[in-house]
């Protein structure tokens, strides 16, 4: 089993940044690839970047330019930096992870909300 342990959100004005911080925990050798949902209310959960343990990396076309992921692999722990924050950013932020072999996010995060006040 893996546990995925975020932190980092918070209230922030917009054009101001934040890093959220994921640890895994647990089985952490069955992990490939870690990434960051999110989930505003009223909408459905959408992928705002991953990356794999090799560092191949994702972005969301709605955050390239803006939001940046890194992982360090010694720790266990993905980050996600968010910068020049936008209104439409606030939103439940969940650290997921997926297992070597698999095709899909298996273990979730509880959520770190990231609110930005404009």
Request: glycine residues 18%.
């Given at each position: 089993q893996?546990?995925?342990v975020e932190s980092g959100?918070?209230?922030v004005q917009?054009?101001?940044?934040?890093?959220l911080t994921c640890a895994a925990q647990g089985s952490v050798l069955s992990i490939n690839v870690m990434?960051?949902?999110?989930?505003a209310p009223g909408t459905q959960?959408?992928?705002?970047?991953?990356?794999?343990?090799?560092?191949?990396e994702y972005?969301?076309?709605?955050?390239?330019g803006r939001f940046t992921i890194s992982r360090d692999n010694a720790k266990n722990t993905v980050y996600l930096h968010v910068n020049s924050l936008k209104s439409e950013d606030t939103a439940v932020y969940y650290c997921a992870a997926e297992r070597v072999g698999s095709s899909?996010?298996?273990?979730?995060g509880q959520g770190t909300q990231v609110t930005v006040s404009s």
């Open positions: 893996v546990q995925l959100g918070g209230l917009a054009g101001g940044s934040l890093r990434g960051w949902y999110r989930q959960r959408e992928l705002v970047a991953s990356i794999t343990k090799g560092g191949i972005l969301a076309d709605s955050v390239k899909r996010f298996t273990y979730w």
